[in-house]
């Protein structure tokens, strides 16, 4: 049975009213005319203090003269205006605090002329675990750079105590010592590797460089020829995606470690791998696979963790190269995925890459 037209409208108003969002809707004048049960929650103001008041009431004083013409602006030209565009706004409520908000815009004809209804959301509760992420990256760095000093030191004096006692020997160590000695050196590479690659991992989180052209073909014919695969890998590379803008380094240190990955965990002298690259919409989809051992889909959740080994090959790996590669592709607003089958060789991972500057797409 088709609604009629008081049913619409009663509709309408349970709609508005039960909104999880802040609703306000505003006259030709700007002028509040409606607004919703969650949007006095916000701002602390019953809707008797709202009927008719400019919404500068609900601007910090700063904003205020200046809104009214980008307010006026908009009635004049309207267009709607998605969540989401990067842009720090500020409400004031009742009481004069400030709050972080985001705002959609848009307008509606009705019998008592053109509205524009704004959507408001509080995210308060957003900024703050921002605030604390960002805390918690600055601290994870400082600790790295910290633990980095306190552990090269320790090790640089073995390193040279080795060389000390290669000296005694004056080239006529036992076999045994050699091997030691050997096994050492050994351990304390593998030692500085884990210190690189926490650094690495600290680091991963933060975008300090600048955007520039990325020839994806270029770089992954780079970081192979980096690589150095021995005469048993063979790689396939099909790249099927224009230049784009982005972060160079990111990009090749990610696909340094799916790389590397695929070849430190093989367990076979003779290794396949395909590194592939196509544009999809907005994203530079790219595929790393290899017909390695794979990886059981009961350790899968935690590969991208740090320090975990999935692999049995009893290789030195520190663990960190995945959670890496995961961090960097999801600071620069990317994915990554896994995918490798029980029973079934070979290991599948899929990156997501914005084919776009960050900065750019916020403007």
């Not at 980096?226 to 590379?237: K, N, Q, Y």
């Not at 994203?283 to 290899?290: K, N, S, T």
Request: hydrophobic share 40%.
């Amino acid at each position: 049975m088709p609604f009629q037209a008081a049913d619409m409208n009663s509709a309408f108003r349970a709609l508005f009213d039960s909104s999880p969002c802040g609703l306000i809707l505003l006259n030709e004048k700007g002028r509040i005319v409606l607004v919703n049960q969650r949007l006095q929650e916000i701002f602390d103001y019953s809707a008797e203090e709202l009927l008719g008041q400019p919404v500068e009431i609900l601007l910090p004083h700063r904003d205020r003269a200046q809104h009214v013409g980008l307010r006026d602006g908009f009635i004049k030209a309207p267009a709607v205006r998605p969540m989401g565009l990067g842009r720090d706004l500020s409400g004031r409520r009742k009481d004069g605090m400030e709050i972080p908000v985001e705002i959609a815009l848009t307008f509606v004809d009705l019998p008592q002329g053109r509205m524009t209804c704004a959507l408001v959301i509080d995210i308060t509760l957003r900024k703050r675990a921002e605030l604390r992420l960002r805390e918690a990256n600055v601290q994870l760095e400082e600790f790295t750079h910290v633990a980095s000093h306190d552990l090269r030191s320790p090790l640089r004096g073995i390193a040279n105590l080795i060389e000390f006692i290669e000296e005694d020997y004056g080239g006529s160590a036992p076999p045994e010592v050699r091997r030691n000695l050997g096994r050492m050196a050994e351990r304390i590479g593998a030692m500085e590797r884990l210190i690189d690659d926490l650094l690495t991992y600290a680091r991963a989180g933060r975008r300090t460089l600048k955007n520039e052209a990325i020839d994806l073909a270029a770089i992954v014919a780079e970081v192979i020829e980096l690589e150095a695969p021995g005469p048993g890998v063979r790689i396939e590379t099909d790249i099927e995606v224009e230049n784009f803008d982005g972060v160079r380094v990111p990009i090749s240190t990610v696909l340094r470690n799916l790389l590397s990955n695929a070849i430190k965990h093989h367990d076979r002298e003779e290794i396949n791998i395909t590194i592939r690259a196509r544009a999809e919409g907005d994203m530079c989809v790219i595929d790393v696979r290899d017909d390695g051992p794979g990886i059981a889909e009961a350790a899968q959740a935690r590969a991208f963790r740090l320090f975990q080994t999935v692999s049995s090959s009893g290789r030195n790996n520190s663990g960190l190269g995945l959670a890496v590669a995961k961090r960097l592709v999801e600071a620069h607003g990317g994915d990554i995925e896994l995918m490798s089958d029980d029973g079934r060789r070979g290991c599948h991972f899929r990156v997501y890459w914005p084919r776009f500057a960050r900065s750019d797409r916020d403007d």
